[in-house]
């Protein structure tokens, strides 16, 4: 197998891959072992991954939107030897407790012997966290074949070539920023322009400057280019699509993208899928508007009892270290809810799973529930996720108080403790949750009771 090094034109040579692989092996990075990174976009980090690949190495990409606390867990479930920043996020990396390196050092010389290559396809090569259904962090292990196979599968469902200039303003530490485009358009030989963070007047002036083909986007992302300043005057006439990594995208950006005739390709997938799983192509992007298309090259997909299953060769088989993933047959239970037309194409209708998704973050209630109960005046408390028009969903969340205790209070408490984009946009203060008689709480019924506060 062509190793995931190999398949990257321009990073696996002189100051790249094949130079940073052995900096990393004179610092002790073997085949197995893991490295994490905290930060911005950054070319480094695709380096890093490229170099890591050929030693046989780990990549643990950390959300920097996460709160200290919760980096600590996670960095507990897979223990990297090691911690790469930019300098934005330097002393937070270093108040972690691993050897701490600046991306730039990637590029510095190094003098020894070349690192062994270990490239296998079951290697893995990528540890990405996602929220589970019990709330607790688990990590998706992709092996280099899963990462090939997306690069190579979501290459061709979008016809990438070397021609292609993408754009790339979604963070690299999620598969969407990392996987949907990113690498399957440096695998192409494409040219990419990656952006540290997004920022909508900074995209809109890229897209007329820099003139990219396609560029992914999610639905807080759109909202926030449409209704800035410079979008009516903005040349889109470059972008020959705009793919959304999103199970249901707000028909109304939608529009505003098709009303200057740029067609919206949704993606469906899971960060264990891929991502890339279920695709609706430019051709379909304005008489399907609202369905996720059909399945990718590759990949197999079915509704049992109305959930989506998946299965294919970029579908990781389990979470770190050795949970599976996948049922006996290979089978990815995705925990979301679809219908299929007659044609064959999937639509999203919503979710099995509790997950709350907020501009393109997975919330789990329970990491909510779980740092609000801390406070010594909450008896029960309850997360659940409400529409918003800029971020799709936001949290919202229950409580019983067993002492008298401020909204602001609470807030302050939970801002100690967890991500600020988990923070309940909403409160609502009860005398008792809502519950099946079995004691689970309804939050359908919270969601509803919400509706008429």
Request: a neutral charge.
């Amino acid at each position: 197998m062509k190793g995931l090094h190999e398949s990257l034109p321009g990073l696996s040579e002189g100051a790249g891959a094949r130079a940073a692989a052995r900096l990393w092996h004179g610092w002790g990075v073997r085949p197995g072992d893991r490295v994490a990174s905290l930060g911005g976009n950054h070319w480094g980090q695709v380096v890093l991954l490229a170099a890591l690949a050929r030693i046989g190495a780990v990549l643990v990409p950390l959300n920097f939107r996460l709160a200290p606390a919760e980096w600590q867990r996670l960095l507990g479930v897979c223990t990297p030897r090691h911690i790469v920043h930019d300098a934005a996020w330097a002393d937070a990396a270093r108040a972690l407790g691993l050897p701490a390196h600046a991306v730039e050092e990637l590029d510095a010389p190094w003098g020894g012997a070349a690192a062994p290559v270990h490239a296998a396809e079951d290697a893995p090569v990528l540890l990405v966290f996602t929220s589970g259904t019990t709330g607790g962090p688990k990590a998706a292990v992709h092996t280099q074949g899963n990462l090939l196979a997306n690069m190579r599968i979501a290459a061709a469902s979008q016809r990438i070539t070397a021609s292609d200039v993408v754009l790339t303003v979604l963070p690299l530490f999620h598969v969407g920023g990392l996987c949907i485009q990113t690498l399957p358009a440096l695998g192409a030989g494409a040219r990419v322009l990656l952006h540290a963070r997004f920022d909508p007047g900074e995209a809109l002036a890229a897209i007329a400057r820099d003139r990219p083909t396609l560029t992914l986007l999610v639905p807080a992302v759109m909202k926030a280019m449409i209704e800035h300043p410079r979008w009516p005057a903005t040349d889109l006439s470059s972008l020959r699509a705009v793919w959304a990594g999103s199970s249901v995208l707000p028909a109304p950006l939608v529009q505003a993208f098709h009303a200057r005739g740029v067609p919206v390709c949704n993606v469906y997938g899971a960060t264990e899928s891929g991502p890339f799983s279920i695709a609706l192509p430019p051709e379909h992007a304005f008489d399907h508007a609202g369905s996720c298309g059909w399945p990718a090259p590759e990949v197999e997909a079915r509704l049992v009892h109305g959930e989506v299953w998946l299965r294919g060769p970029n579908v990781v088989r389990h979470y770190w270290p050795d949970v599976p993933a996948c049922d006996a047959e290979g089978w990815f239970h995705s925990g979301d809810l679809a219908t299929q037309a007659a044609d064959g194409s999937y639509t999203i209708v919503g979710r099995a799973k509790e997950l709350i998704i907020s501009g393109g973050e997975n919330i789990h209630p329970l990491e909510v529930e779980q740092a609000l109960a801390e406070h010594p005046s909450v008896a029960e408390c309850a997360a659940f996720g409400i529409a918003d028009a800029q971020w799709g969903e936001v949290v919202a969340v229950a409580v019983v108080r067993k002492a008298p205790v401020a909204e602001a209070e609470l807030r302050e408490h939970l801002a100690q403790r967890i991500a600020r984009f988990k923070q309940p946009r909403r409160w609502f203060f009860v005398e008792a949750l809502p519950k099946t008689a079995l004691g689970k709480v309804q939050r359908g019924e919270l969601v509803r009771l919400s509706s008429r506060a």
